[in-house]
């Protein structure tokens, strides 16, 4: 039940609504200001041409009608049917170039969180589930669409058509506009009673949106283990769960959210009968008949954007949840960063020293314990030892994926925090116990390690670990499409392909954890030969469980209890008869055995 309460706890609420998000979102419409001030001038002049149209309909009932006069009548229906078609125009521009606008900003912003995502230490992919932060990255940018495509500028839009449209009202007729404004209390006082309401929904909908998120991408990844265990009808019932419980909150949110538009819709109703019955029966005031209708065009021209606004305010409201996650994200610090004046680390000959190193991965826990030791370049040295005794964490330190708690990690007799990790990682080659194959060509995974690479180094640095064995029976050889964590491939297939991405990179310090863990002993035969020109004159730190595979390293370390309980080569363990004899005594035990 682990899996289901990791992927489905609630992300903390923030109490506040946060104008700072929204200071930081003007940062990314900034650059796009030109085009906002030639949008906006398009919208004025489209406002102010749809105020002619209650203005000529006054012009024609008051006086061109009692007149009789054609040739006025004829000039202002052409007049009203020229500002139409401009009008039209505009909101044809304003569409397409407000949804271009949106689109770049929203660009912009993938941009960054995908590359602030790059930065982040390992840490803070261990303590989330994958499927939090995908959702942040897709879908709560995408919930932002409408707002920047259509609502911020066309807020501004309303708000001048609101200005404007006030303008001409009070122009015409003072006091009849006062009576229009009667009802705006009101609209204030219900606005603040839903949106406090609404946005605490929302914030609510997105936790449960990012836990079901969190469960169908969990679910995926672990499509086969969910199968091997017969687990399919315990995983359904879970995520029907977590779906109604995604269900439930959005129409929650949903009822919430649809509050407002009925409540200013149902006002401005109230506010032109209103202005009907004061005109008619003349209360206060003293109007014409063409003044009145053209009074009830203006006061359309004044609620619809008020509606607007407030449908926007929804918008608004909705988009804060998603708004401070996607800031929230982009707000977290690398833990593993270039400090102050770090320079970088020049072609190193490959000297590694553990100086009374300790490490932690919480509080009160040590990984590793006061742990010296010195390699010198060259050298290949062999981490052994149980589960959990921090072998990972010594390659993990020297990479620099982690930072020691005490003491020092010297390259060169460079501390590792002194430099930048660009200049530090790019002479290392790390080929991880969980091989990674990304979706693309063989040959374009094998030139991850070195993208400019040539195709004949690619094939070269294959045939060195023995991976040009079956890539080229291959149906498309190096060209080969490889899906998502290379699915259609064997494990072993896989992991001679990550061999050949490290070995393309000639790093000066390799490092190899488990690296041979799913290749068969007859491949792995094979593979020693290339291995042993490979490590030629470079540094290598070896994790294996086979011990049959390290005898020949030049040190051997048994970690054990966070220290380095003994060091030496393979013979000197085997004859003091230490840990690390009785090891290789057990496994040579398992394989007598097996072959028996």
Not at 380 to 404: C, E, M, Q
Not at 501 to 521: H, K
């Amino acid at each position: 039940m682990a899996q289901r309460n990791k992927s489905n706890v609630d992300e903390e609420l923030t109490e506040q609504f946060n104008w700072h998000d929204y200071a930081r979102l003007a940062q990314y419409i900034k650059p796009y200001l030109k085009q906002i001030y030639v949008i906006l001038a398009v919208i004025i002049l489209a406002n102010v041409a749809g105020m002619l149209g209650p203005y000529f309909t006054k012009v024609t009932i008051d006086t061109i009608i009692p007149q009789k006069n054609l040739g006025q009548l004829a000039l202002v229906g052409l007049l009203y049917t020229a500002s139409l078609f401009f009008i039209g125009w505009c909101l044809r521009y304003r569409i397409y170039h407000i949804t271009e606008l949106g689109q770049d900003v929203l660009k912009d912003m993938r941009l960054d969180i995908f590359q602030h995502l790059q930065k982040l230490s390992f840490s803070y992919f261990d303590s989330r589930p994958h499927g939090k932060i995908l959702i942040r990255v897709v879908n709560y940018i995408n919930t932002l669409s409408d707002l920047l495509s259509n609502g911020l500028v066309n807020l501004i839009s309303d708000v001048f058509n609101v200005i404007i449209t006030l303008i001409f009202m009070f122009a015409i007729n003072a006091r009849l506009t006062w009576y229009s404004l009667a009802l705006i209390p009101l609209l204030v006082v219900m606005v603040l009673i839903i949106q406090s309401k609404q946005r605490k929904a929302y914030q609510i909908l997105s936790n449960k949106q990012s836990n079901l998120n969190a469960y169908i991408h969990e679910s995926i990844a672990g499509i086969k283990v969910t199968q091997s265990f017969a687990r399919e009808q315990e995983n359904f019932r879970i995520f029907n769960e977590t779906n109604e419980d995604n269900r439930r909150t959005w129409m929650h949110a949903v009822k919430i959210q649809f509050l407002l538009w009925p409540g200013v819709q149902n006002i401005s109703v109230i506010t032109m009968s209103l202005i009907y019955f004061v005109g008619i029966r003349q209360i206060g005031v003293e109007v014409s008949t063409g003044t009145l209708i053209a009074f009830i065009g203006y006061i359309n021209n004044f609620w619809n954007p008020v509606i607007n606004i407030g449908n926007f305010y929804n918008s608004l409201i909705t988009a804060t949840a998603y708004l401070e996650r996607i800031f929230e994200t982009l707000d977290e610090r690398p833990e593993i960063i270039d400090l102050p004046g770090a320079k970088d680390l020049s072609q190193i000959a490959g000297n590694v020293t553990f100086e009374d190193v300790t490490f932690r991965y919480e509080p009160g826990k040590d990984i590793l314990k006061d742990v010296n030791f010195h390699v010198k370049q060259g050298q290949s040295v062999a981490l052994v030892g149980p589960t959990g005794a921090g072998k990972t964490t010594v390659i993990n330190l020297l990479s620099r994926f982690y930072d020691v708690n005490e003491g020092r990690v010297l390259i060169d007799g460079h501390d590792v925090r002194d430099v930048t990790l660009a200049s530090l990682r790019r002479q290392m080659g790390v080929m991880l116990q969980d091989t990674f194959i990304f979706s693309g060509t063989i040959m374009d995974n094998i030139r991850y390690g070195k993208l400019d690479a040539t195709d004949e180094e690619i094939v070269a640095a294959a045939k060195v670990v023995r991976a040009d064995d079956f890539i080229k029976h291959l149906k498309d050889g190096y060209q080969t499409q490889v899906e998502e964590r290379g699915s259609t491939l064997s494990a072993g297939q896989r992991q001679l392909i990550a061999f050949a991405r490290v070995l393309l990179a000639d790093p000066r310090i390799l490092i190899l954890d488990e690296a041979t863990s799913s290749i068969d002993t007859k491949t792995e035969e094979l593979l020693q030969s290339g291995l042993l020109a490979l490590l030629e004159g470079r540094t290598s730190f070896i994790i294996a469980h086979r011990l049959s595979t390290i005898k020949n390293c030049d040190q051997i370390f048994y970690v054990d209890g966070g220290t380095i309980a003994e060091h030496g080569t393979h013979d000197e363990l085997m004859a003091a008869r230490g840990m690390y004899y009785k090891l290789y005594q057990s496994q040579y035990d398992m394989l007598r055995m097996e072959r028996e």
